[in-house]
């Protein structure tokens, strides 16, 4: 038996080789929430390091939310059975994060003086925040009934 990359032989058994999670659609899964880390993350360190008096509550949620993204990213590159759960349970607290605050944002727009990234349920990027968790949880329940 080969290794995923076609080198030497694999010493492990088939029951501990990871299931894929970046085939077909997972690939694409994987690449818009690498851009979604970077948005994240990026606008979230300028605004915490400059202004962060201005909307602590709003750039910091919006850290947490690069965070997500970067561990679900990173669940969805590694593969695996524990990998696809964890990343199933961080999209599902993602998809909670996204309505709550999307809800909040509306409900008490004073609560927020400036945007996060769940703000108004992601209006702000395209309503990417809502989409990608329900796009991503079908992926991965998809992924283990078809042992991808």
Known sequence: MRDEQGGA???ASAGTK?????SGPGILLVWLYGVMVVGAVSRSAVQISTQFDKAPLAYSLSAVAGLV?????????????TARRAALVCCAAELAGVLIVGTW???EPSA???ATVWSDYGMGYLFIPVLLPLSAMYWLRKART???
């Open 112 to 114: 927020f003086p400036d």
């Open 9 to 11: 032989p694999a010493q």
């Open 105 to 107: 944002t509306l409900a």
């Open 69 to 81: 993204y970067g561990f679900i990213t990173y669940s969805l590159v590694r593969g695996g059975e």
């Open 18 to 22: 990871r299931a894929r999670l970046i």
């Open 146 to 148: 078809n042992g991808n």
